[in-house]
């Protein structure tokens, strides 16, 4: 774990190990979330990133409908 400081303008500086391991970039994006024990920050994965995450998985056939089987109220 590493420490950091919050300036008076409520910024932070992202040590360079941790930049260096997570591929982290000017214009990388990072998404704030809160919980019980304090702030997280993580990597908002890119198109480049996520492109083929959901490739080769398995589809069951009855959840394959198209839109003539659809029942509309």
């Given at each position: 774990?590493?420490?950091?400081?919050?300036?008076?303008?409520?910024?932070?500086?992202?040590?360079?190990?941790?930049?260096?391991?997570?591929?982290?970039?000017?214009?990388?994006?990072?998404?704030?979330?809160?919980?019980?024990?304090?702030?997280?920050?993580?990597?908002e994965p890119s198109l480049q990133e996520?492109?083929?995450l959901l490739k080769g998985m398995k589809?069951?056939?009855?959840?394959?409908?198209?839109?003539?089987?659809r029942e509309l109220p």
């Amino acid at each position: 774990m590493v420490a950091i400081t919050v300036s008076s303008k409520y910024q932070i500086v992202i040590p360079r190990e941790v930049r260096e391991t997570l591929k982290i970039t000017p214009g990388t994006r990072l998404l704030v979330t809160q919980d019980l024990d304090g702030l997280r920050l993580v990597k908002e994965p890119s198109l480049q990133e996520i492109r083929g995450l959901l490739k080769g998985m398995k589809v069951m056939d009855e959840e394959i409908r198209d839109e003539t089987s659809r029942e509309l109220p």
